[in-house]
Nanobody
C-alpha cells in the first residue's frame, strides 16, 4: 500500500524559507518520478515541481522557478521541497505525488503571511 507523509509546513513571513519533506513507503521509491503539488483555497491543485527517478531532470512552472528546489534521497525514500523567497500567493496545502500512481498524502499547510 502506497503511503506518503508530508511534513515541514507552517507559518512563515514573506521572503522566508521552508523545507518540506515527504516520507514514502509501499512502493519502490527509486523507480518512480515524483512531484510536489499545491492547492490553495478555492483553487485547483497545481504542479509546483517534479523530479525524475534518479534526479537527472527537474521541472518547475514559472511561478516558482528560481525559488523552489525539488530533491530526493533514494536511500531514505524521501522527497524534499526547498522553498525560498516565499510569497503570500504560495499559501496552500502542499502534497507529494508518485508520478503514474493515484495515491496522495494528507498534505502539509504552508501559510505565508506577515
Amino acid at each position: 500500500q502506497v503511503q506518503l507523509v508530508e511534513s515541514g509546513g507552517g507559518l512563515v513571513q514573506p521572503g522566508g524559507s521552508l523545507r518540506l519533506s515527504c516520507a514514502a513507503s509501499g512502493f519502490i521509491f527509486r523507480n518512480y518520478g515524483m512531484s510536489w503539488y499545491r492547492q490553495a483555497p478555492e483553487k485547483e491543485r497545481e504542479l509546483v515541481a517534479s523530479i525524475s527517478s534518479l534526479s537527472r531532470t527537474t521541472n518547475y512552472p514559472d511561478a516558482v522557478k528560481g525559488r523552489f528546489t525539488i530533491s530526493r534521497d533514494n536511500a531514505k525514500n524521501t522527497l524534499y521541497l526547498q522553498m525560498n523567497s516565499l510569497k503570500p500567493e504560495d499559501t496552500a496545502v502542499y502534497y507529494c505525488h508518485v508520478n503514474g500512481l493515484t495515491a496522495w498524502g494528507q498534505g502539509t499547510l504552508v501559510t505565508v503571511s506577515s
